[in-house]
Nanobody, 121 residues
Framework: QVQLVESGGGLVEAGGSLRLSCAAS????????MAWYRQAPGKQRELVAL???????NYADSVKGRFTISRDDAENSVFLEMNSLKPEDTAVYYC???????????????WGQGTQVTVSS
């Protein structure tokens, strides 16, 4: 089994910063993609930032220049540095990993439990 555990959410004023962390544990052979998604009340879950092999990183247009995704492959971890936060960044942030487990050749996607980020105006 694989688990993703997030931390680092909270309440911050507009213009402030937060750093989210996510650690994957369990029977992991390799991680192909690690990403952050978010879901605001009444809205669909959306991709915020994604990191995959070769140092490739993708960002939603709404966070480009403000958010930075990084990984520590030795620790199966991914981080999201969020700067210049805006009230519209308020959402539950979810960690996602696409990985290969030790016991199977297929790739599976896993989600963390989510962490609340609230930005006050």
């Amino acid at each position: 089994q694989v688990q993703l555990v997030e931390s680092g959410g909270g309440l911050v004023e507009a213009g402030g910063s937060l750093r989210l962390s996510c650690a994957a544990s369990g029977s992991i052979r390799s991680i192909v993609v690690m990403a952050w998604y978010r879901q605001a009340p009444g809205k669909q879950r959306e991709l915020v930032a994604l990191s995959r092999g070769g140092g490739i990183r993708n960002y939603a247009d709404s966070v480009k220049g403000r958010f930075t995704i990084s990984r520590d492959d030795a620790e199966n971890s991914v981080f999201l540095e969020m700067n210049s936060l805006k009230p519209e960044d308020t959402a539950v942030y979810y960690c996602n990993a696409v990985l290969q487990e030790l016991t199977t050749a297929q790739l599976n996607a896993y989600w963390g439990q989510g962490t609340q980020v609230t930005v006050s105006s």
